[in-house]
T-cell receptor, first 113, second 118 residues
């Protein structure tokens, strides 16, 4: 079965520092990959997605992610953290044509002033 | 603006009562909608797939008699938590794909419903 693993339930960085949130997936074929952000008591907002084509994907709010097939990874990065980036981040995958999103366990990003 | 509207955003009910949550697609028709549940500080778990005009498909371990899903129109799916108990307290989120877009397009999510059963 398809699964998504997010390493680190909490990541803490200083404002202005690099943000790196890790995501690995298990799949025998390249899936569709997504990163979502969730603010408290709110729904999910799409940050970026990978479907086909360029493996480096740029999203909103300065985030980007790189699809690495050899490593089955789709890590999320941002060069410089902002206080407003503090939130929960979910990596997700659609492994087939069902539209069903399978979510990772989430990583809470804390940004220190 | 929001393309999927979920209502209510917050509800408190007494144990034993039933609660209905609505999920509407605002500018597209959704033959399929998904219902997720999120416990505090946990990930989203797919509960069921709501299918317009037919029975919902439930994920393993989800009680279909407990969580009634009705998808009576192409823009509305409802989730009814029947005989709610405190352990049903959770954050429920619906989502819908835009059928005009491919499967690789992102799902549209509602803003969620915080259910608290006292």
């Amino acid at each position: 079965a398809q699964s998504v693993t997010q390493l680190g339930s909490h990541v803490s960085v200083s404002e202005g520092a690099l943000v790196l949130l890790r995501c690995n997936y298990s799949s025998s074929v390249p899936p569709y990959l997504f990163w979502y952000v969730q603010y408290p008591n709110q729904g999910l907002q799409l940050l970026l997605k990978y479907t086909t084509g360029a493996t480096l994907v740029k999203g909103i709010n300065g985030f980007e992610a790189e699809f690495k097939k050899s490593e089955t990874s789709f890590h999320l990065t941002k060069p410089s953290a902002h206080m407003s980036d503090a939130a929960e981040y979910f990596c997700a995958v659609i492994p087939d044509s069902s539209y069903k999103l399978i979510f990772g366990s989430g990583t809470r990003l804390l940004v220190r002033p | 603006g929001a393309v999927v509207s979920q209502h209510p955003s917050r509800v408190i009910c007494k144990s034993g009562t039933s609660v209905k949550i609505e999920c509407r697609s605002l500018d597209f028709q959704a033959t399929t909608m998904f219902w997720y549940r999120q416990f505090p500080k946990q990930s989203l778990m797919l509960m069921a797939t709501s299918n317009e005009g037919s029975k919902a498909t439930y994920e393993q371990g989800v009680e279909k008699d407990k969580f009634l899903i009705n998808h009576a129109s192409l823009t509305l799916s409802t989730l009814t938590v029947t005989s709610a108990h405190p352990e049903d307290s959770s954050f429920y989120i619906c989502s819908a794909p835009n059928p005009r877009a491919g499967v690789e397009s992102p799902l549209h999510f509602g803003n969620g419903t915080r259910l608290t059963v006292t």
